[in-house]
């Protein structure tokens, strides 16, 4: 049977999943609804028969969906949640789920009234570095981990704006701190400082923090430091390195490096983690069976809320425990 997708916001992303949807057999994306109808429309002309729409609930009467990718930026969610698990259909969203603590909060009710199918697009957790990195994890007691994403601003307009991101901690290095959960566990408590150095000058508009540090502690003993900044004219690394009795390990995008008291191993990604990402989705939906997703709505909350309480741990100067 054809599995009939359908796709809420049609921008940067949506393309990615887009193009690896196209590779699996049996799938078809027939619905496409964006605030601007012309990107609708476009992405539309790529799939045979497909339809275009600017309202989610025109969209959802009007075709009977297996699934949903929920592609639309941080501060836009809500309604297209709340009118998917409305009419019962599963959903893969991206990070961030929202720009507060409370929206994902009412989301993550009502996907457990239903019982609803949902993937979080952490791609992290599909890179077979990462995999590698959780099963040396297994045999080491790790101390402490350091994380990092320096880049440059992505010049998406609501990126700049704290009331449109959350700000970069929210919505970029939501994937470290991710990484972080999945590798090492939950985080309790989160202190933050966040500076204004010089985006908010040479980019009109700007209001969200271009620099930061986070502290946290977990719930295993460990402390951790991720710090980001979006200022870099050219991006420096992204990734996370954790210190522990058997030696270092550090990973970056696809990539790891284990470093003992003898040796030096590296290990590449030889897949697509957005590929990985959306056969599990996809296999979801056709069988029910949601093991190979790697991070649902349920445990995606407990990262976003880890970066939100960063956010608030930044506006007044004290440590926030998380509940
Ligand atoms: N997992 C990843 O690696 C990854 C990479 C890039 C982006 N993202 C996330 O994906 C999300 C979207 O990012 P993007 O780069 O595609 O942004 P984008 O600006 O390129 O595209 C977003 C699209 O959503 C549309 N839109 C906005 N509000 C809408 C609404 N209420 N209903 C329907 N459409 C709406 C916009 O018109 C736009 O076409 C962000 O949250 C971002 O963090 C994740």
């Known amino acids: 049977m054809t599995l009939k997708i359908g796709f809420i916001g049609t921008g940067g992303i949506a393309k990615n999943h887009l193009t690896n949807l196209s590779k699996i057999e049996n799938v078809t994306v027939s619905a496409f609804c964006d605030i601007q109808l012309e990107r609708a429309e476009q992405a539309a002309r790529q799939w045979l028969d497909a339809k275009s729409y600017t309202s989610v609930s025109q969209m959802l009467d009007d075709q009977k969906l297996d699934g949903i990718y929920i592609c639309i930026p941080p501060m836009a969610h809500g309604e297209a949640e709340y009118s998917v698990i409305e009419r019962g259909i599963p959903f893969l969203v991206e990070k961030p789920l929202a720009i507060d603590r409370e929206l994902p909060r009412q989301i993550l009710q009502q996907i457990q009234d239903k019982n609803l199918i949902t993937s979080v697009g952490f791609h992290w957790r599909y890179m077979d570095s990462t995999q590698k990195a959780q099963e040396l994890m297994k045999n080491s007691k790790a101390g402490m981990a350091l994380g990092y994403w320096m880049g440059g601003m992505p010049m998406v307009p609501w990126w700049r704006v704290q009331n449109g991101s959350g700000g970069q901690f929210v919505e970029q290095t939501t994937h470290i701190t991710d990484l972080l959960r ?3 566990g939950d985080v309790v408590e989160v202190y933050a400082a966040y500076g204004q150095r010089v985006m908010h000058e040479k980019v009109e508009g700007t209001d969200v923090a271009d620099v930061g540090t986070v502290t946290m502690k977990l719930e295993n003993g460990m402390v951790a430091t991720v710090s980001n900044t979006c200022l870099l004219p050219v991006g ?21 490096k284990e470093i003992k008291r003898q040796s030096v191993t590296e290990y590449k990604s030889a897949t697509n983690a957005y590929h990985t990402e959306d056969l599990a989705f996809i296999h979801a939906l056709r069988t029910g069976d949601a093991s190979k997703i790697l991070s ?4 995606a909350i407990k990262t976003h809320e880890v970066t939100v309480a960063a956010n608030e741990s930044a506006l007044s100067g004290k440590p926030v425990r998380l509940e």
């Not at 690394?237 to 696809?254: A, C, F, K, N, S």
């Open 296 to 299: 649902n709505y349920a445990d």
């Open 182 to 184: 999945y590798l090492c």
């Open 236 to 256: 420096h690394h992204v990734g996370l390195d954790l210190y522990t009795d058997q030696g270092t390990l550090e990973i970056r995008g696809g990539y790891l």
